[in-house]
């Protein structure tokens, strides 16, 4: 079955860290770019990086570089977003999701996601 | 680039017409011809999933009284006749320029 699981997620202090991954399953992994997308409670999708297939190319909203680092292994068909320095407007769901080509930049599949709660 | 939806809540009745607008901050129009403009909805305790990419392609497995329109900024997502299971939040994503969504239409019978 081709699906996406994320797991990782949980409750963290302020200023905490925490690593999410991604579980890819039903397809070859490798040839697809890669997001992260988070939506806050009751709030709207919002991008928070991508990675290429051979992870050459890294990309992250603005205001989240140098907080956090997307990752992926190709051999384990897993994605991976540390997020460190953690804030309560990071309270999120994060969802991983797969760019269906390059000539589309379309999001073709989305995992049920995985809560983070940053508490003060 | 910033996208604006509108109406941000949308009440319908089963087996009448629904219209959502999508507007962009920047043209979506590609060099290539394509639009990179994508619909997607959200159903209750669920993830997003895709309904139209570049502008008007019905995604696998998504019924023909969804279609999408438009060109440039102004772009439309229409429900022929809607059904119950309709419900949920639609957004409209551009991906010319990473990834940008609208803050989504609560579509509710």
């Known amino acids: 079955e081709v699906q996406l699981v994320e797991s990782g997620g949980g409750l963290v202090k302020s200023g905490g860290s925490l690593r999410l991954s991604c579980a890819a399953s039903?397809?070859?992994?490798?040839?697809?770019?890669m997001l992260w997308v988070r939506q806050a409670p009751g709030k709207g999708l919002e991008w928070v990086s991508s990675?290429?297939?051979?992870?050459?190319?890294?990309y992250y909203r603005a205001p989240l570089e140098g907080r956090f680092t997307i990752s992926r292994d190709n051999s384990k068909n897993s994605l991976y977003l540390q997020m460190g320095g953690l804030r309560a407007e990071d309270t999120a769901v994060y969802y991983c999701?797969?760019?269906?080509?390059?000539?589309?930049?379309?999001?073709?599949?989305w995992g049920r996601g995985t809560l983070v709660t940053v508490s003060s | 680039i910033v996208m604006t939806q509108s109406p941000l809540s949308l009440p319908v009745t089963p087996g009448e017409p629904a219209s959502i607008s999508c507007r962009s901050s920047?043209?979506?129009?590609?060099?290539?011809?394509?639009?990179?403009l994508d619909w997607y909805v959200q159903k209750p305790g669920q993830s997003p999933q895709l309904l139209i990419y570049l502008g008007f392609i019905r995604a696998s497995g998504v019924p023909d009284r969804f279609s999408g329109s438009g060109s440039g900024t102004d772009f439309t997502l229409e429900i022929s006749r809607v059904e119950a299971e309709d419900v949920g939040v639609y957004y409209c994503m551009q991906g010319l320029q990473f990834w940008t969504f609208g803050h989504g239409t609560n579509v509710e019978i």
């Open positions: 039903g397809f070859t992994f490798s040839s697809y770019t």
């Open positions: 990675i290429n297939g051979n992870s050459a190319y890294l």
């Open positions: 999701a797969r760019e269906k080509d390059s000539d589309s930049h379309t999001l073709d599949l």
């Open positions: 920047q043209s979506l129009l590609h060099i290539n011809g394509n639009n990179y």
